[in-house]
């Protein structure tokens, strides 16, 4: 994954349809109808996954699938499959997609812009009369969001066999609901084997979820891959005692030497740059009181990174300053793995592809690593995979307030569309 | 107020009544006799002010004190005064005393053993027909914990006029009860004017609260004065942004700026030595969760030093760092203050005193400067005023496990006995 941020004025490639667009106005509609399904009185969505919301959700958009022709197959996690045959049924389909369901106070577009965006390809497609070689497809993957049933990105975890369907189907919300229970309740509980769909390749357009491109002012994001992801719980005893009468020098206070630690998280993502990231975004203080000298402090670490040596790197540093803490203040310092991601590198084809519809299209582009998770992750184990970044209004997403600009939004819809078409190939 | 650590071995000073000594039994029965009122499973009390408990607790307390034929008035904030006469009604009465409600999870020995103290003084005149000059008196202090109803201190800060009594009336609890109310509930609602009651002299025999004499191996800390306390609540407000796609460089992370000043204000304790404190005790942070860069973080901020220019002169150091900060990060920093109590010095007079009873008794003692807040502190605004600090185990209190060395209660009492013989003067 490399990164550099000019966007240099190479020759345009050929792009396989050179006129063909796609109606940004009816992606916008679509997504704005989508968007309505557990609308929140503060401009967001939350429409957790396989809620009768997410059921709606699914109904909607099949609905128009099915309004424009398409074969629809559901899986036994659930997840969705929406088809425009090739020519030659022979040839593996080029897929896209993301998800609809969405965080407790989600925005309009992170996932429901890629399962559109699938959608608007197809009705471009079909308003055009295009027809392809190989199938073209769309794929709702479910529970990408993992707010309601631990893991996240379910559907496309238990598809590349990442996740076993049946721990996935054993997964529970907080009042016990299972994952089975509740796709049967819902009616998606399909019956095609997860997995036993072949992908030809697969790309997915996505808001960037971060400031990079807004920043650089750039439309189109190539995204190299995905960083890898490493969260530690991190616990450091002390001895509670008051803030009066304790003195400095018999002090064991566990957040001043917590917050020494907590400052190396950062130093270790900035010393493993360009794609080091070293956060602490949650910390329990006991007992938490004015005027008591905290006994114990437990904070979460998230380092990531664009290899998983680096990442390990950034462990090791965290690690080494946990131990040189704890041997100078002797207070005990203890630290957890809660859970690992590895980091995903993108197909080269798919990057160069989308790089060169970028610039033949005329939109400003750049690459752009995705700090998150999505399912375009695991269906890169599969198939050659890309992603399609653009920006979001203040980086911002997981939030009511998440935006994008109608525009971006068509651009990368029709980067979609060029690769999506250049893969699948224009039936003569 | 001075700390030096030695106890040199200085000729004993003449004790007024040198073989007379408390009945450290008869002391720790009492406060064992006390705490079964409002015990905890885990061995602790909880006895708040003004509660059916506080009631009963003061009922045995003033029981005891009947039977020693001592008498009794009560003021409108509740503080009880028993009173031994002495040969000459016109000298204001020697003073000592403490309070008896605790915190939730408190101790049986925090304030209880000062009031016991001062009984166990009583019982020991008694039992040996010891007349003084001046009056005697043990003092039973309304509401110094604070637990229950603001502000701490309260019986105390009203008799000294720092409070005005229609405000500690007023007070209320989290039911919405009233100090007054609650006062004349429980039938302890007196009609003494608070402050309307010479006070010849104070001493207070108090536990530590803090771990210096028990890390000394002294039995007895001469307290030259009580720390100045400032307490600030200090707002960090950066920007809430994912941990993954939000590069480090484009970060505006609340936290990260936070801990600088978290370290900043142990630092300005150290940088105001020997006796600056700096705590941070208590932090939220928002949204606080693993994967979202924290947005704001507000945490408190408690400094203390033995003068109010020292005080300050911490408060100046993190204000300085948070003005760094804020130009450095361009992140929004706030401090504002919640409340501030005047450092307080006790009477030479009385600490010489003190050091010299404990010292001409055989007993090890140093200088402790007293980090919380007693009633002694507003005594000292009326009244020469000493306090006798005694070890507790581990430096806890307010904590269940609070604990003390009976030989160690023992030893205080004896010298509140010899001091309070001193200043009320042997009757021929």
């Given at each position: 994954m490399s990164t550099t941020t000019a966007t240099p004025a190479t020759p345009a490639a050929a792009l396989p349809a050179p006129t063909l667009r796609v109606d940004g106005q009816r992606l916008w509609r679509a997504l704005m109808d989508l968007a309505a399904v557990g609308a929140t009185s503060r401009g967001g969505v939350c429409r957790l996954a396989l809620t009768d919301l997410d059921r709606q959700g699914r109904e909607l958009v099949v609905g128009w699938a099915r309004a424009e022709g398409l074969q629809v197959t559901v899986d036994r996690i659930g997840t969705v499959f929406l088809r425009r045959p090739g020519r030659n049924p022979a040839l593996p389909p080029v897929v896209t997609g993301s998800h609809i369901d969405t965080q407790p106070t989600g925005g309009k577009f992170?996932?429901?812009?890629?399962?559109?965006?699938?959608?608007?390809?197809?009705?471009?497609?079909?308003?055009?009369?295009?027809?392809?070689?190989?199938?073209?497809?769309?794929?709702?993957?479910?529970?990408?969001?993992?707010?309601?049933?631990?893991?996240?990105?379910?559907?496309?975890?238990?598809?590349?066999?990442?996740?076993?369907?049946?721990?996935a189907w054993a997964a529970t919300d907080t009042e016990g609901r299972t994952v089975r229970e509740e796709l049967a309740r819902i009616g998606w509980l399909g019956d095609e084997e997860p997995g036993r769909h072949p992908i030809g390749a697969y790309f997915e357009v996505h808001i960037e979820q971060g400031p990079v491109l807004e920043d650089a002012g750039v439309t189109i994001g190539v995204v190299p891959g995905v960083l890898g992801i490493r969260w530690f719980d991190c616990t450091v005893t002390g001895m509670e005692a008051h803030a009066g009468p304790t003195p400095m020098a018999l002090r064991r206070d566990a957040l001043q030497v917590a917050t020494r630690l907590m400052q190396e998280v950062v130093a270790s993502a900035a010393a493993h740059g360009p794609h080091g990231r070293g956060t602490v975004g949650m910390v329990q203080v006991h007992p938490n009181s004015r005027n008591v000298i905290p006994g114990r402090v437990k904070f979460s670490i998230d380092l990531r990174n664009a290899s998983d040596a680096a990442v390990e790197a950034q462990a090791d540093q965290v690690r080494a300053a946990a131990q040189r803490l704890q041997a100078e203040t002797g207070l005990d310092i203890r630290i957890e793995t809660v859970s690992s991601y590895g980091a995903q590198p993108f197909d080269a084809g798919c990057i160069a592809q989308i790089g060169a519809a970028a610039q033949a299209l005329g939109y400003t582009h750049m690459p752009v690593v995705s700090g998150a998770g999505h399912d375009a992750v695991y269906m890169a184990r599969l198939a050659p995979a890309g992603m399609v970044f653009v920006p979001c209004k203040d980086g911002i997403s997981h939030n009511e307030i998440e935006d994008a600009d109608p525009a971006h939004l068509e651009a990368g819809c029709n980067v979609l569309l060029q690769v999506m078409l250049q893969r699948a190939g224009l039936a003569a």
């Open positions: 992170d996932g429901n812009y890629g399962v559109l965006a699938g959608l608007e390809v197809v009705r471009t497609l079909n308003a055009h009369g295009i027809a392809t070689e190989a199938p073209i497809e769309v794929a709702i993957w479910t529970n990408e969001e993992g707010s309601r049933f631990v893991p996240v990105m379910m559907g496309s975890g238990v598809f590349a066999g990442a996740v076993p369907l049946e721990q």
